[in-house]
């Protein structure tokens, strides 16, 4: 039996319908929660990925401030403007668009960001905060993948899951989210020998390593849950993912697909958490 489509197309739609109910009710006490998205220099796919962000907003009725700059701006006068941006009370969360002019510390302008604002779950306090299982931002593609998992039902205590990947924006945040849900977690990267032998035992699959047919039938257990987080060209150009989805979907119980998957859940995520940062200046 072919595997059921997990469509983040649907599930973003669900979610965003309720940050508009949840905004409209903040926007009749006064409050609109306030993103505001920083871009520095001319790289297009940034680009397209800002406009998404800030047209997500609009829609779901939060106020976005869209700050595009040269890429010669100097990191100095980067790290002014979100100091002020921090101070900025219309504001809840504050995104700068990686990557970044080759002169600039990325890590160094995450740092700058309010924790209370940094709604990309990307700082070190986050990221801290993440590990210790205090409340806080998570990052927004695990985020996304958390609530794609949850969607099928399928309750995570006692499941092993397997993460490839230990990026710091996705693969290790998604093994502390799963931790977190009690599974028992397995992170697989370049340096794994055999990646088929953690894999045929996995109840869940998230590849997030950025290489077509990473996974493939053969390192699939039957009726397992597939989160493909990739985002590649196969030969013809079209939009892949990780994972072998024509080789995988007969096998697997569940499975994301590339595009539609992962990919609308990032941004919905970030929505929740700038709407979420402005509840939390209410309480």
Known sequence: MPAQLISGTALSQRIRADVARRTAALAARGIKPGLAVVLVGDDPASAVYVR????????????????????????????????????????????????????????????????????????????????????????CTPFGCMKLIESTGIDLRGKHAVVIGRSNTVGKPMALLLLQAHATVTICHSATPDLGVHTR???????????????????????????????????????????????????????????GGVGPMTITMLLVNTLESAERTTI
């Open 52 to 139: 998404n962000k800030v047209k997500a907003c609009a829609e779901a009725g939060l106020h976005s401030v869209l700050e595009r700059y040269d890429a010669s701006l100097s990191e100095a006068d980067l790290l002014a403007r979100i100091r002020a941006l921090n101070a900025d009370p219309a504001i809840h969360g504050i995104l700068v668009q990686m990557p970044l002019p080759r002169h600039i510390n990325p890590q160094r302008v995450i740092e700058t960001i309010s924790t209370a604002k940094d709604v990309d779950g990307y700082s070190v306090q986050s990221a801290g905060d993440l590990m210790a299982g205090l409340p806080g931002f998570r990052p």
């Open 201 to 259: 035992q996995a109840d869940v699959v998230v590849a997030a390593v950025g290489r077509r047919n990473t996974v493939t039938a053969d390192m699939v257990k039957p009726g397992a849950v597939i989160i493909d987080v990739g985002m590649n060209r196969n030969d013809d150009g079209k939009l892949c993912g990780d994972v072998d989805f024509a080789g995988v979907s007969p096998l697997a119980g569940w499975i994301t697909p590339v595009p």
